[in-house]
Nanobody
Framework: QVQLVESGGGLVQAGGSLRLSCVAS????????MGWFRQAPGKEREFVVV????????SYADSVKGRFTISRDNAKNTMYLQMNSLKPEDTAVYYC?????????????????WGQGTQVTVSS
């Protein structure tokens, strides 16, 4: 089993940038496809971006394509999300997640391990 801890959230003005980190413990993340998801108040948790074990396959939600960049450093057991050109609609709690099995899965319900989340607030 893997434990995940996110950090790097905060308050930023529209157009600004943040970098989220997700540090894993318990097992090496090289075993898992992973992803970033977010949940805004009153909304369901949604897919942001997912990445395969070796980083060769990445899928972004249309809403963040061209603005967000995911990466992972398996040697450091850490995954990142670089968020640029932030918009107020990006405001949410951001979660990192890992799953057993195949990569490319975007449904949050199919992820097995979750962090506690980090708040990102973008002011207009």
């Amino acid at each position: 089993q893997v434990q995940l801890v996110e950090s790097g959230g905060g308050l930023v003005q529209a157009g600004g940038s943040l970098r989220l980190s997700c540090v894993a413990s318990g097992r090496t993340i090289s075993n898992y496809p992973m992803g970033w998801f977010r949940q805004a108040p009153g909304k369901e948790r949604e897919f942001v971006v997912v990445i395969s074990r070796n980083s060769l396959s990445i899928s972004y939600a249309d809403s963040v394509k061209g603005r967000f960049t995911i990466s992972r450093d398996n040697a450091k057991n850490t995954m990142y999300l670089q968020m640029n050109s932030l918009k107020p609609e990006d405001t949410a709690v951001y979660y990192c997640a890992a799953r057993e099995g195949i990569s490319g899965v975007v449904s949050p319900s199919r992820y097995d391990y979750w962090g506690q989340g980090t708040q990102v607030t973008v002011s207009s």
